[in-house]
């Protein structure tokens, strides 16, 4: 899915090629603009241990582009993780203090 992608510019160019390749309908004038879009939408993620947390536990729900948006301090995001568990958010136990650290070191106000 897209969502659990976050590839950087190169990285969705490699992907819209293959589409093309394999048939896609898109022009070639079309393509830096798509790829454009894909890059700022679905774009790259800092690496660290709670990315793949992200991309697979809170993708399921909200776009990256709504969470890489969101800034927080690390209380605001423990008050909102809390809030997403008592919503049936699958987050694991051992993955809780990964995805905060990660969400407060990245995505911090």
């Known amino acids: 899915p897209l969502e659990m992608t976050a590839l950087d510019k190169d990285g969705w160019t ?39 947390v992200m991309l697979n536990i809170c993708t399921q729900c909200h776009s990256l582009d709504r969470i890489k948006a969101r800034r927080a301090s690390p209380e605001e995001w423990d008050e909102l993780l809390m809030h997403m568990l008592n919503e049936g958010a699958p987050l694991a136990d051992r993955d809780y203090p990964v995805l905060l650290n990660y969400l407060a070191r990245y995505f911090r106000r």
């Not at 090629?17 to 896609?24: L, Q, S, T, W, Y």
């Open 14 to 52: 490699k992907i819209v090629d293959a589409m093309v390749g394999k048939g896609a309908a898109v022009k070639k004038e079309d393509q830096p603009t798509v790829v454009a879009y894909l890059a700022a939408a679905y774009g790259p993620l800092p690496d660290g241990p709670g990315k793949a």
